[in-house]
């Protein structure tokens, strides 16, 4: 799923390429992805494109006189900047919005279509699909550490969840735990006053670096490959690679929901080997403890 770098790098790409130009005309192929019925879609036509904003990890186009289109792409959807009147991808395509200067399409693999657009109007309206996560980089030092601690979950747990966190979800999670070199089964009301300090200090970090470089793309060229694992990441999507810190092989845990996170046992873990819930059942004695026995 995109999250906050990815997302702000849709905003600077609409910023860049979009903004300025007027919808004329809109393609809806899906009609499941529209959830809303007032304003219709075609109150969007003839309105020009002002910016574009994040809202957690929702793409918001803002058109003039105060009307938003609400995308959220949910793990599959993406945005692409097309030709102007560019067919929509086979069963892929679910809505396209024709610019003057060029085709903003929405596309979403896969049988379960999870992608979203609601059309609001006024800020009011708007501030209804806000999930109310902090923005980290917003974010004091207190302010982060009460949502944290008081979350009552592991410091993995409490980063994702979009109530809690904004934007950050499951795959910059785990890049953030890895900088801070903090254990994802950790609770976050151990962390203790140095635990929450060096994990905040490295989501700011984490997630400055990679909105920084999500935009800079953006600028000049729309993002057209979103997607979760990238070569900047030091962990998440990394199975099995070598630690860029201490070469050790990178772990993956899968959970039951079917996320997997991704972690560095010698790190971040002292080097234990954290159960998987599903091989560490198979293999039972034969599952390694340390990651000097995968190493061996």
């Keep these: 799923m995109p999250e906050l770098p990815e997302i702000e790098g849709y905003v600077a790409g609409l910023d860049t390429h979009v903004a300025g130009q007027t919808l004329e005309a809109t393609r809806l192929a899906s009609p499941f992805l529209l959830r809303t019925v007032e304003p219709p879609l075609d109150a969007a036509h003839g309105r020009s494109l002002v910016r574009g904003r994040r809202l957690g990890k929702r793409v918001v186009l803002e058109l003039d006189r105060a009307l938003f289109l609400v995308i959220h792409p949910m793990i599959a959807g993406r945005l692409r900047w097309k030709k102007k009147g560019a067919a929509l991808p086979g069963k892929a395509g679910l809505l396209a919005l024709d610019f003057e200067g060029g085709s903003l399409i929405l596309t979403e693999q896969g049988s379960k279509k999870r992608a979203s657009l609601h059309v609001v109007e006024g800020e009011d309206a708007l501030a209804q699909h806000d999930p109310g996560g902090l923005e980290i980089l917003d974010a004091s030092p207190e302010e ?17 969840p979009p109530k809690l966190f904004s934007g950050v979800g499951h795959a910059w999670s785990d890049e953030i735990l890895w900088s801070a070199r903090g254990s994802p089964i950790q609770r976050a009301a151990t962390l203790g006053e140095d635990g929450t300090s060096r994990v905040f200090e490295a989501a700011r970090d984490v997630l ?15 993002p057209d490959r979103v997607t979760a694992f990238q070569p900047e990441m030091a962990v998440h999507g990394r199975f099995g690679e070598p630690c860029r810190r201490c070469e050790a092989p990178i772990q993956r845990i899968t959970r039951a929901n079917g996320h997997d996170f991704h972690y560095c046992a010698r790190c971040q873990t002292d080097g234990k080997v954290l159960a998987d819930r599903s091989l560490s059942r198979l293999l039972k004695d034969d599952w390694p403890r340390r990651i000097e026995e995968l190493m061996d």
Excluded: I, P, Q, Y
């Design 208 to 222: 400055r670096e990679a909105r920084e470089r999500h935009e800079a793309a953006a600028r000049e060229s729309f």
């Design 144 to 160: 982060f550490g009460e949502r944290l601690v008081t979350s009552g979950h592991t410091v993995k747990r409490a980063l994702s």
